[in-house]
T-cell receptor, first 113, second 116 residues
Framework: DSGVTQTPKHLITATGQRVTLRCSPR?????VYWYQQSLDQGLQFLIQ???????AKGNILERFSAQQFPDLHSELNLSSLELGDSALYFC????????????FGDGTRLSIL | AQTVTQSQPEMSVQEAETVTLSCTYD???????LFWYKQPPSRQMILVIR??????QNATENRFSVNFQKAAKSFSLKISDSQLGDAAMYFC?????????????FGTGTSLTVIP
């Protein structure tokens, strides 16, 4: 158990819809990372937050947004969903935004029908 | 941007034997971190081993060790005495140690099968 909690575990929705994925970091971790794992794209970094502020941005679409709240949990919002957004979305956390190992949640499987 | 390449999409090893997974990366930076993550069928991402670029000594963690060749930008993972539980997808990852951008770059993964 990594201590990182992601909900929901599975999500099925239709094109054009909007969903919110939630992540609670490991106790004591201030930094949260979001990743997308598609079958053909491997693991892609989306965005990172540290103590409530955006720290780094990767290949995140404009239809996607995220935030980290004062209690350090984070939400990833995906809107105007397309079939290609079907993927496994991982959240990871670390104590600091440095080279410390990241602890991954179990992921949210998003299926777009 | 940094890139991480895992040229072996699939590998197999006999139980109790040794296997080496390859990883190369491209960077102009001198200070960075390298990681190997394991993703079993349960899909959880588990840190296997970590290497700081400024350290010449190769990292080891029980049956797992790396061969870090900084000049060649190579970071291979050796698994000794392979066990059935080692069967998983293995990802190599790079992270800069410099600056505010702390983005991790992952390779496309190597699927390891352990044959009983």
């Amino acid at each position: 158990d990594s201590g990182v909690t992601q909900t929901p575990k599975h999500l099925i929705t239709a094109t054009g819809q909007r969903v919110t994925l939630r992540c609670s970091p490991r106790s004591g971790d201030l930094s949260v990372y979001w990743y997308q794992q598609s079958l053909d794209q491997g693991l892609q970094f989306l965005i990172q937050y540290y103590n409530g502020e955006e720290r780094a941005k990767g290949n995140i679409l404009e239809r996607f947004s995220a935030q980290q709240f004062p209690d350090l949990h984070s939400e990833l919002n995906l809107s105007s969903l397309e079939l290609g957004d079907s993927a496994l979305y991982f959240c990871a956390s670390s104590v600091l935004p440095g080279g410390q190992p990241q602890h991954f949640g179990d992921g949210t499987r998003l299926s777009i029908l | 941007a940094q890139t991480v390449t895992q040229s072996q999409p699939e590998m197999s090893v006999q139980e109790a034997e040794t296997v080496t997974l390859s990883c190369t990366y491209d960077t102009s930076e001198s200070d960075y971190y390298l990681f190997w993550y394991k993703q079993p069928p349960s899909r959880q991402m588990i840190l296997v081993i970590r290497q700081e670029a400024y350290k010449q000594q190769n990292a080891t963690e029980n049956r797992f060790s790396v061969n870090f060749q900084k000049a060649a930008k190579s970071f291979s993972l050796k698994i000794s005495d392979s066990q059935l539980g080692d069967a998983a997808m293995y990802f190599c990852a790079y992270r800069s140690a410099i600056g505010a951008g702390n983005q991790f770059y992952f390779g496309t993964g190597t699927s390891l099968t352990v044959i009983p």
